[in-house]
């Protein structure tokens, strides 16, 4: 019998059996990028993580609502409350307008995303389409006498608040430590207490992003876009929210206390978070020069990296660790990724091939077949362990040792089932191509064309044209394909 899947809930410190607030719906809010640059390998983990999420939750047959926004206006320098927009500070730079900053990189991270081979969201709200609904939301954390008005702009009371509720219970962060660090940071002199956090900001003279409000021309601050957003079209209280690890504060901790104050929820029942990336085990950084965007990393064109690796390749590589796990990028690291990224494609275009008319007349019920159903047994199972996509690989591994077993003639079809074949294809594709959500580098229009060439090569190799055998092999090593010699013949493999 299949285990109940089972998730790490950030809110409790624990795994928790995963029961939506509706089924057969279930709602998922991601935090998604805030767009003055080019996305970057944090970006590609969180995204890839709910991309996971999303796929199984469908697997199991959920009718599943997933939002992932887009920050396109009210993040300012360092997290804080004070400073220059980031995305007004990026538009300065180019000698654009905002919106043409918000728009391009904007189009950078969908372009990046679907290169993935991330499944769309249902739902992508900007926060700028929102302006009505995070003024609303304000205006009913005021009404409950949790926030202030200080010349234009509106701050949460932290203080207040945390007389009936629990501020730091995402984070684990004692408010008075939360506040200590605060004042060695924040300059500002308008708000009561460091630890409070702008709902809405008044607008300079020289902002351009802004918006009329009941305090006057501004624009909102960044938690509370997730919190009316996510709220819009998820509803009060909804089963998952999250993003990267570096949001649980102040972010998360902030939408909760948001939410509490106006909904009287916590928003999200789940919250999930997925670790850092780090490159050689640095965190990442522009002063640092070690900064990959997505771009970067798929062209080579970054000095950190040694060619190019294709979006599949960093899939690969972000899913063979636990999302809840630190991920360091090395070169190494990615090499080797691409090598088992190949071998699990081959093992895919080899099931296509195998002949399966071989079994179909046999009874078997051995080891073998035993064998079979406990890696594809287990593959359900690492899943449904708090998304284990790391145990997941491995026993994809352990049916593509049978794959290769069959394709190389050291294992006999007579040793197993039609049963227990049927579910080795099954259970291998499922998760390779739908769940793990890897596809071809190359365009599946290429396997007629190789065909074509393997017929070239076998006539060459007859003839014994060496010269040609040679241009062969070298023109297809360039796009990442070798050709095999097997006991059963020639057969083209990704190398």
Same mark, same amino acid.
């Given at each position: 019998?299949?285990?109940?899947?089972?998730?790490?809930?950030?809110?409790?410190?624990?795994?928790?059996?995963?029961?939506?607030?509706?089924?057969?719906?279930?709602?998922?809010?991601?935090?998604?990028?805030?767009?003055?640059?080019?996305?970057?390998?944090?970006?590609?983990?969180?995204?890839?993580?709910?991309?996971?999420?999303?796929?199984?939750?469908?697997?199991?047959?959920?009718?599943?609502?997933?939002?992932?926004?887009?920050?396109?206006?009210?993040?300012?320098?360092?997290?804080?409350?004070?400073?220059?927009?980031?995305?007004?500070?990026?538009?300065?730079?180019?000698?654009?307008?905002?919106?043409?900053?918000?728009?391009?990189?904007?189009? %950078?991270?969908?372009?990046?995303?679907?290169?993935?081979?991330?499944?769309p969201p249902s739902i992508e709200p900007c926060a700028s389409g929102h302006?009505?609904?995070?003024?609303?939301?304000?205006?009913?954390?005021?009404?409950?006498?949790?926030?202030?008005?200080?010349?234009?702009?509106?701050?949460?009371?932290?203080?207040?608040?945390?007389?009936?509720?629990?501020?730091?219970?995402?984070?684990?962060?004692?408010?008075e430590a939360t506040r200590s660090g605060m004042r060695s940071l924040v300059?500002?002199?308008?708000?009561?207490?460091?630890?409070?956090?702008?709902?809405?900001?008044?607008?300079?003279?020289?902002?351009?992003?802004?918006?009329?409000?009941?305090?006057?021309?501004?624009?909102?601050?960044?938690?509370?876009?997730?919190?009316?957003?996510?709220?819009?079209?998820?509803?009060?209280?909804?089963?998952?929210?999250?993003?990267?690890?570096?949001?649980?504060?102040?972010?998360?901790?902030?939408?909760?206390?948001?939410?509490?104050?106006?909904?009287?929820?916590?928003?999200?029942?789940?919250?999930?978070?997925?670790?850092?990336?780090?490159?050689?085990?640095?965190?990442?950084?522009?002063?640092?020069?070690?900064?990959?965007?997505?771009?970067?990393?798929?062209?080579?064109?970054?000095?950190?990296?040694?060619?190019?690796?294709?979006?599949?390749?960093?899939?690969?590589?972000?899913?063979?660790?636990?999302?809840?796990? /630190?991920?360091?990028?090395?070169?190494?690291?990615?090499?080797?990724?691409?090598?088992?990224?190949?071998?699990?494609?081959?093992?895919?275009?080899?099931?296509?091939?195998?002949?399966?008319?071989?079994?179909?007349?046999?009874? /078997?019920?051995?080891?073998?077949?035993?064998?079979?159903?406990?890696?594809?047994?287990?593959?359900?199972?690492?899943?449904?362990?708090?998304?284990?996509?790391?145990?997941?690989?491995?026993?994809?591994?352990?049916?593509?040792?049978?794959?290769?077993?069959?394709?190389?003639?050291?294992?006999?079809?007579?040793?197993?089932s039609k049963a227990a074949w049927n579910a080795l294809r099954k259970t291998?594709? /499922?998760?390779?191509?739908?769940?793990?959500?890897?596809?071809?580098?190359?365009?599946?229009?290429?396997?007629?064309?190789?065909?074509?060439?393997?017929?070239?090569?076998?006539?060459?190799?007859?003839?014994?044209?060496? %010269?040609?055998?040679?241009?062969?092999?070298?023109?297809?090593?360039?796009?990442?394909?070798?050709?095999?010699?097997?006991?059963?013949?020639?057969?083209?493999?990704?190398?």
């Amino acid at each position: 019998m299949q285990q109940p899947l089972c998730i790490y809930n950030s809110l409790t410190r624990q795994k928790e059996l995963f029961k939506p607030l509706r089924p057969p719906f279930v709602g998922i809010y991601l935090c998604g990028p805030t767009v003055y640059g080019k996305a970057h390998l944090g970006h590609a983990r969180a995204a890839i993580t709910f991309d996971i999420l999303f796929r199984y939750l469908q697997h199991l047959d959920y009718k599943v609502r997933y939002v992932r926004n887009i920050t396109d206006v009210g993040h300012l320098e360092r997290d804080l409350d004070e400073g220059k927009d980031k995305i007004a500070q990026q538009a300065k730079l180019e000698e654009v307008s905002p919106m043409e900053v918000a728009q391009r990189y904007t189009n %950078n991270y969908r372009k990046n995303m679907e290169q993935l081979n991330l499944l769309p969201p249902s739902i992508e709200p900007c926060a700028s389409g929102h302006i009505p609904e995070q003024i609303t939301m304000i205006e009913k954390i005021i009404q409950n006498g949790l926030a202030y008005i200080i010349d234009g702009s509106v701050y949460f009371d932290v203080a207040k608040y945390n007389q009936m509720h629990h501020y730091g219970k995402l984070s684990g962060r004692m408010i008075e430590a939360t506040r200590s660090g605060m004042r060695s940071l924040v300059k500002q002199t308008d708000k009561r207490d460091p630890v409070d956090f702008a709902l809405w900001k008044k607008a300079t003279p020289m902002h351009i992003m802004r918006w009329a409000s009941p305090w006057g021309e501004g624009f909102p601050g960044w938690h509370i876009e997730c919190s009316a957003m996510s709220a819009k079209y998820l509803g009060n209280q909804f089963d998952i929210h999250g993003g990267g690890m570096d949001l649980r504060f102040p972010h998360h901790e902030c939408e909760i206390a948001q939410a509490q104050a106006s909904l009287n929820t916590d928003l999200a029942t789940y919250w999930i978070h997925n670790n850092l990336v780090t490159i050689n085990g640095v965190k990442m950084g522009k002063s640092l020069g070690n900064f990959i965007t997505l771009d970067e990393l798929f062209t080579g064109s970054h000095s950190a990296i040694d060619q190019p690796y294709s979006p599949m390749v960093l899939r690969f590589f972000m899913l063979q660790a636990h999302y809840r796990s /630190t991920l360091s990028i090395t070169v190494e690291g990615l090499q080797a990724a691409y090598q088992g990224y190949r071998r699990l494609m081959n093992g895919w275009y080899l099931l296509t091939q195998l002949d399966q008319e071989a079994v179909e007349n046999t009874h /078997t019920n051995g080891r073998l077949d035993e064998a079979i159903y406990a890696d594809c047994a287990a593959c359900y199972s690492a899943i449904n362990d708090d998304f284990n996509t790391a145990k997941v690989l491995a026993n994809l591994f352990n049916l593509l040792k049978k794959i290769n077993g069959w394709h190389n003639g050291t294992l006999s079809y007579a040793a197993i089932s039609k049963a227990a074949w049927n579910a080795l294809r099954k259970t291998y594709t /499922t998760f390779l191509i739908d769940l793990l959500g890897f596809k071809e580098d190359h365009n599946s229009s290429i396997h007629p064309m190789l065909e074509i060439v393997l017929m070239t090569y076998q006539k060459a190799k007859s003839a014994k044209q060496y %010269n040609q055998i040679d241009f062969i092999r070298t023109t297809l090593h360039k796009i990442g394909i070798a050709i095999k010699d097997h006991p059963n013949g020639i057969r083209w493999e990704y190398q």
